[in-house]
């Protein structure tokens, strides 16, 4: 299947990584910075999306390297809103709220650090995200499932990182 946003779900360019890790925090820019400061900063958004009341959403992910993901909504003025970090458990409860697609997925959280599919399950595409939860010291793992004939979320899941958290991966 062939998304509308697959350019969006390339890898982050290393120098583009390296810029928003390297600049601190996205949570203490001010809302309404125009957003051409922020891109100055940052480099650009990895992904770029229009929200139903017209309003752009932009969001700066680390993944697949990282644990963090930064979103605003841009006015028509071009100013931003409070950066949210996206990649926490409070954040995951908007999955709970009406019908999600994958580009809705994509709008809010970014893309994903990896897509796969499950012998188990070949009806479904599961996006994972790594994030740091447990009390801030924890790699944590989001898993979305999403059905392939009709593109919308089937259910999420949150857990330890297997791949990343030592105490579930071992020596």
């Given amino acids: 299947m062939t998304y509308p946003f697959k350019h969006s779900l390339k890898i982050l360019s290393l120098a583009s990584l390296i810029t928003l890790v390297g600049c601190g925090s996205m949570g203490k820019i001010a809302p309404g910075t125009p957003l051409q400061s922020v891109v100055s900063q940052y480099g650009q958004p990895s992904v770029e999306c229009q929200n139903p009341n017209g309003t752009k959403r932009v969001v700066w992910t680390q993944e697949p390297a990282g644990e963090e993901a930064w979103a ?49 399950n070949p009806n479904q595409f599961v996006w994972q995200y790594h994030y740091i939860g447990g009390g801030s010291s924890e790699f944590m793992l ?12 089937a259910g999420y899941a949150t857990g330890m990182d297997p791949e990343l958290n030592p105490l579930i991966a071992g020596p």
């Fill in 142 to 153: 989001l898993s979305i499932n999403i059905n392939k004939a009709s593109n919308r979320v």
């Fill in 72 to 120: 605003a909504n841009v006015d028509a003025s071009g100013g931003v809103s409070e950066f949210t970090q996206v990649l926490t458990a409070d954040q995951f409860t908007v999955l709970n709220q009406g019908s999600w697609t994958a580009e809705r997925v994509n709008c809010q959280f970014g893309p994903p650090a990896r897509i796969t599919t499950y012998p188990n």
